[in-house]
């Protein structure tokens, strides 16, 4: 399974932008960008998801680099409920039912 | 719509006890997995169902675990004998069956066990 790096914490200001990065360098062209996020004693949740154009939603954008080695996942204005960990993962579509396998994850917290 | 339903919430009991855990997944989703996460890592997969098929249980420690899905529909993993390095959230997740891309991951609340 290719493998992500994300940084392990980050900080932000409420009602700011918030970046996080994901570094994937072995990704191959059979693998989409996932990212998940986890509230606290709760169990994962999806965020969005991409293959090589960045892509919206109501939670959150996704920039894919023009390489596909790295990924940003982009917050437009950090809320408090937004502290969380935040999972980029890479889900090949050759897999049967695309297992997901998480990684360390960054842990955002939110300040007031 | 009814998300992902796991009981227990919590369970605790000594180490070589038994244990299971039960999930009930969404409606009309025929993949299930189960993933283990020890306090402070990521979720870890143990086994991922396709209806009542195994698709991948590489990570399952079977010599204590087993894990089943009678008709296609409900999910048990059962721990026996239970070890200390045991305790952790038991997250259970579905999703619709999907030959290519997305097929998002819907995760239950988590079962949590502290072996003693």
């Known amino acids: 399974d290719a493998k992500t790096t994300q940084p392990n914490s980050m900080e932000s200001n409420e009602e700011e932008p918030v970046h996080l990065p994901c570094n994937h360098s072995?990704?191959?062209?059979?693998?989409?960008i996932h990212w998940y996020r986890q509230l606290p004693s709760q169990g994962p949740e999806y965020v969005i998801h991409g293959l090589t154009s960045n892509v919206n939603n109501r939670m959150a954008s996704l920039a894919i680099a023009e390489d596909r080695k790295s990924s940003t996942l982009i917050l437009h204005r950090a809320t408090l409920r937004d502290a969380a960990v935040y999972y980029c993962?890479?889900?090949?579509?050759?897999?049967?039912?695309?297992?997901?396998?998480f990684g360390q994850g960054t842990e955002l917290s939110v300040k007031p | 719509e009814a998300g992902v339903a796991q009981s227990p919430r919590y369970k605790i009991i000594e180490k070589r006890q038994s244990v299971a855990f039960w999930c009930n997944p969404i409606?009309?989703?025929?993949?299930l997995y189960w993933y283990q996460q020890i306090l402070g890592q990521g979720p870890k997969l143990l086994i991922q169902f396709q209806n009542n098929g195994v698709v991948d249980d590489s990570q399952l420690p079977k010599d204590r675990f087993s894990a089943e899905r009678l008709k296609g529909v409900d999910s048990t993993l059962k721990i026996q004998p239970a070890k200390l390095e045991d305790s952790a959230v038991y997250l259970c997740a579905s999703s619709e069956w999907t030959s290519g891309d997305t097929g998002e991951l819907f995760f239950g609340e988590g079962s949590r066990l502290t072996v003693l």
């Open positions: 072995t990704i191959s062209g059979t693998d989409y």
């Open positions: 409606s009309g989703h025929a993949t």
């Open positions: 993962i890479l889900r090949s579509i050759l897999f049967q039912g695309g297992k997901l396998i």
